[in-house]
């Protein structure tokens, strides 16, 4: 059953009424009256609705029930990413949010392109391509995507976290030997160039803990799926 996300605004007791931008995945879709469709209010709540009405720019659903999404992680994992080339930004943002991430930090490192650094228009494809990976994998909630900000920046918001991770090839410390079983876990993943030693010094000053992701050495984009699919799989396999 297809999943779409709504502001709880669209919401009316056992009425809801799809329109705007959120309508075009409808005809998108080819609903008709009497599919039914799973709509999201971004809040864990999820609504069984079925088509009463398609009207030229709207649709009207009749909500049959409502349940709390079971699809999210108990596990809160945000992912502090080293901006990278936009394609491949792109699909990291894509599967981390399949996997489960609640939230993707861009960060900028001292080995980063500087070209890659995201406009408010990227940032805004970016946050699209977010729910729209929710809604495909049945999140019950769209993972939040942050303005990039620099190294520093993002270690002083992972202090929040009740742990975190770098990954640092140079590491003799595998991240199957770490406590994986915590509430709130950060990651750190570097660009193609890897974190600079500055940035692993500064990291370890301030309790994060270098790891080493095995033997290979991985594209950033790899790396930061193996982890992740490392964090959820202690609670969801």
């Given at each position: 059953?297809?999943?779409?996300?709504?502001?709880?605004?669209?919401?009316?007791?056992?009425?809801?009424e799809i329109c705007d931008?959120?309508?075009?995945?409808?005809?998108?879709?080819?609903?008709?009256?009497?599919?039914?469709?799973?709509?999201?209010?971004?809040?864990?709540?999820?609504?069984?609705?079925?088509?009463?009405?398609?009207?030229?720019?709207?649709?009207?659903?009749?909500?049959?029930?409502?349940?709390?999404?079971?699809?999210?992680?108990?596990?809160?994992?945000?992912?502090?990413?080293?901006?990278?080339?936009?394609?491949?930004?792109?699909?990291?943002?894509?599967?981390?949010?399949?996997?489960?991430?609640?939230?993707?930090?861009?960060?900028?490192?001292?080995?980063?392109?500087?070209?890659?650094?995201?406009?408010?228009?990227?940032l805004m494809r970016?946050?699209?391509?977010?729910?729209?990976?929710?809604?495909?994998?049945?999140?019950?909630?769209?993972?939040?995507?942050?303005?990039?900000?620099?190294?520093?920046?993002?270690?002083?918001?992972?202090?929040?976290?009740?742990?975190?991770?770098?990954?640092?090839?140079?590491?003799?410390?595998?991240?199957?030997?770490?406590?994986?079983?915590?509430?709130?876990?950060?990651?750190?993943?570097?660009?193609?160039?890897?974190?600079?030693?500055?940035?692993?010094?500064?990291?370890?000053?301030?309790?994060?803990?270098?790891?080493?992701?095995?033997?290979?050495?991985?594209?950033?984009?790899?790396?930061?799926?193996?982890?992740?699919?490392?964090?959820?799989?202690?609670?969801?396999?």
């Open positions: 059953m297809h999943k779409l996300f709504l502001d709880d605004k669209f919401i009316s007791g056992n009425k809801i931008e959120t309508f075009r995945h409808v005809k998108v879709l080819r609903l008709n009256i009497g599919d039914e469709i799973i709509i999201g209010d971004k809040n864990l709540n999820d609504y069984y609705c079925t088509v009463k009405e398609i009207l030229k720019n709207s649709a009207i659903l009749f909500v049959n029930e409502i349940r709390k999404s079971q699809n999210e992680s108990p596990k809160k994992i945000v992912l502090f990413q080293a901006l990278t080339k936009s394609d491949k930004f792109e699909f990291v943002i894509q599967k981390s949010v399949e996997l489960g991430v609640n939230k993707i930090i861009p960060i900028v490192c001292d080995y980063c392109d500087k070209k890659n650094s995201p406009t408010i228009n990227k970016w946050r699209k391509i977010s729910k729209s990976a929710a809604e495909q994998s049945g999140r019950g909630i769209i993972p939040e995507i942050l303005e990039a900000i620099d190294f520093k920046n993002a270690v002083t918001i992972s202090k929040n976290l009740q742990t975190n991770f770098i990954a640092h090839e140079k590491s003799n410390f595998s991240i199957k030997n770490c406590q994986l079983n915590k509430d709130s876990i950060g990651i750190f993943i570097g660009p193609e160039g890897g974190f600079s030693e500055s940035e692993i010094n500064f990291a370890l000053n301030n309790n994060i803990t270098p790891v080493s992701l095995g033997k290979r050495i991985l594209r950033t984009e790899t790396a930061a799926l193996f982890v992740l699919s490392l964090l959820v799989s202690e609670n969801e396999l």
